[in-house]
C-alpha cells in the first residue's frame, strides 16, 4: 500500500510541476509580447474578431491602458458573427472600439477576385484605418502567418504596420495559450476563419450576395456540428463544401441526413451543391504568387 500511495503521490506532484511549468511559459510569452508593446506611446490595433487580434487587443490594452484604440472594419466579407464578437468582448471588458467601414467593395481590383486580392483589401482597410488614427497600426499576424502566401502583409509594410506578435516570436499555439491565461474563454479554440472572399474561386467576382450565401450555409453547419473546420466554396462548377474528417465522425450517424439538408438548402438559393469533402488547410484558391499581377 504504502508503495501505491508514493506513487500516486509522486504522480500528482509531476501534474502539478508540469502545471507550473506550463503557467511560467505562458507568463515568459505574456511578458515578451508586453515589452514590444510598451515601447508604443499608442497605438491601433485591427481587430478582426479572430483569436489572434483579439488576443493582442486584450494585452495591449492591458499593456497600455488609454494608450490604444481597437479598430474594427466591417464589410461584406466579414461574417457578422465576427463583428458582433469584436462588439461583445469589447463592452465586456471596456475596450475602446471604432468600427470604421472596411471600403474596400469601392476597389474594382479587389472585386475582380485576382490571386492577390488580399492585398488589394489590406490596401484599403489599412489607408481607411490612417483616416480615423494617425498613430502607427498593429495587425494580429503571427509566426504561422509568415510560411503562408499572404500578399496581405506587403500591404501592411506599405503602410508601416506592424506585426507585435510577430516581433514577440508567438505563433498561433501561443496565442491560444495567451488567450487562455487571459480568460479569453469563448475564443481560445475559435477556428481560423478568414475573410468570407476567400472562399470565392480566383477570377470569380466578389459580390456581397455570394458572401452573404457562404456565410448563411457555413453558419447552418456549425449550427448542427458544432465549431471546427468548415467551409462552402464558390466554384466555376458550383457550391464545393468542405468539412473537417473529426466533424463527420463524429455525427457519422446523422451524417447522410446533414448532407440531404444542406443540399435543399444550397438549391433553396438556386444554386447547385457538387461535392461535400473533407477540409484541408491550404485549399482555398490561390496560384502560385509568380502569378499575381503586380499591385
Known amino acids: 500500500m504504502s508503495v501505491q500511495g508514493g506513487s500516486g503521490h509522486n504522480r500528482r506532484a509531476g501534474i502539478e510541476i508540469d502545471r507550473s511549468t506550463q503557467a511560467s511559459a505562458v507568463e515568459s510569452i505574456y511578458t515578451s509580447l508586453q515589452s514590444v508593446l510598451i515601447v508604443y506611446p499608442r497605438l491601433a490595433i485591427a481587430v478582426s474578431g479572430g483569436v489572434d487580434s483579439m488576443t493582442l487587443a486584450a494585452i495591449a490594452f492591458d499593456t497600455l491602458g488609454e494608450r490604444v484604440l481597437l479598430v474594427h472594419a466591417m464589410s461584406p466579407a466579414v461574417p457578422a458573427d465576427a463583428t458582433q464578437r469584436v462588439i ?145 466554396r464558390i466554384t466555376a462548377q458550383g457550391v464545393r463544401v468542405e468539412v473537417a474528417k473529426a466533424l463527420q465522425q463524429a455525427h457519422s450517424e446523422q451524417w447522410p441526413g446533414i448532407v440531404l439538408e444542406l443540399e435543399r438548402r444550397v438549391q433553396q438559393h438556386e444554386r447547385v451543391l457538387v461535392e461535400v469533402v473533407d477540409y484541408q488547410r491550404g485549399s482555398a484558391f490561390v496560384h502560385l504568387p509568380d502569378t499575381a499581377a503586380a499591385p
Request: hydrophobic share 40%; charged share 25%; net charge neutral.
Open 88 to 232: 461583445d468582448h469589447a463592452t465586456r471588458y471596456q475596450w475602446p472600439l471604432k468600427c470604421v467601414d472596411a471600403g474596400e467593395f469601392a476597389d474594382e481590383r479587389y472585386r475582380a477576385n485576382p490571386v492577390n486580392r488580399c492585398y488589394f483589401c489590406k490596401s484599403n482597410l489599412y489607408a481607411r484605418l490612417s483616416d480615423v488614427w494617425d498613430g502607427p497600426i498593429a495587425s494580429g499576424a503571427n509566426l504561422d502567418d509568415l510560411g503562408d502566401y499572404r500578399p496581405g502583409l506587403l500591404a501592411a509594410s506599405e503602410h508601416r504596420v506592424v506585426h507585435p506578435l510577430i516581433e514577440a516570436n508567438i505563433d498561433k499555439a501561443m496565442v491560444r495559450q495567451l488567450a487562455a491565461y487571459k480568460g479569453l474563454t469563448q475564443i481560445v479554440d475559435l477556428p481560423a476563419q478568414p475573410c468570407l472572399s476567400s472562399r470565392v474561386q480566383t477570377g470569380i467576382a466578389i459580390n456581397a450576395t455570394d458572401l452573404l450565401f457562404v456565410h448563411r450555409i457555413e453558419r447552418y453547419l456549425m449550427q448542427v456540428l458544432g465549431p471546427g473546420d468548415i467551409r462552402c
